[in-house]
C-alpha cells in the first residue's frame, strides 16, 4: 500500500505531465488533491504554470482549492495572470478566486499586472476583464498609487 507521501506525488508528477488519467488513478488511491510540495506547490499551481487549462479545470472539478497560496503566498490567479493565460485567469475568475489575497511581497494580482509586468496584448486582455468584473478595485489601485482625478 503507498504512503500519502506516494500517492500525493503521483498526482503531482501526474499533473506536470498533464494525464488526466494518472490524476484521475491518484486520486482514486487518496491522493490529496490539495497537497503541496516542498516549496508550496500545488497540483493545481503545476497545472497553471504548465499552461494545462485542461487540467486547471478538472483539478478545480475534483475539489482543488482556487486560492490556496504557496510557500511565498501566490495563488493560481496570480500565476495565471504571470504567465499571461487569459484563459485560465477567466475561468478562476468564474469559479470565485479572489483577487485581493496578497504574496509575501505584499502583492496582489492586480499590482503585478498594473506595476510590473510589461505591457503585451496578452497582459491587456486580462487587465480588461479584471477591470470589467472588479472595476472598484482597479480604480481603488489607481488612486492608492497617485492617479489624480
Not at 14 to 40: F, P, S, T, W, Y
Not at 47 to 70: D, K
Request: aromatic share 8%.
Amino acid at each position: 500500500m503507498p504512503t500519502q507521501h506516494q500517492v500525493n506525488n503521483k498526482l503531482l508528477n501526474a499533473v506536470q505531465e498533464g494525464d488526466i488519467e494518472k490524476i484521475r488513478k491518484a486520486l482514486l488511491q487518496g491522493a490529496d488533491i490539495n497537497c503541496q510540495a516542498d516549496n508550496g506547490w500545488t497540483a493545481l499551481l503545476w497545472a497553471v504554470h504548465l499552461g494545462r487549462h485542461y487540467v486547471v479545470e478538472f483539478l478545480v472539478e475534483q475539489g482543488a482549492e482556487i486560492n490556496l497560496q504557496n510557500k511565498v503566498d501566490n495563488t493560481a490567479l496570480i500565476w495565471a495572470a504571470f504567465w499571461r493565460r487569459y484563459e485560465t485567469v477567466r475561468y478562476l475568475l468564474d469559479k470565485r478566486a479572489d483577487i485581493s489575497l496578497k504574496n509575501k511581497r505584499g502583492k496582489t494580482v492586480v499590482d503585478y499586472l498594473l506595476e510590473q509586468w510589461e505591457d503585451s496584448p496578452e497582459r491587456e486582455e486580462i487587465l480588461s476583464l479584471l477591470r470589467e468584473r472588479y472595476p472598484e478595485e482597479v480604480m481603488l489601485w489607481h488612486l492608492d498609487n497617485g492617479l489624480k482625478l
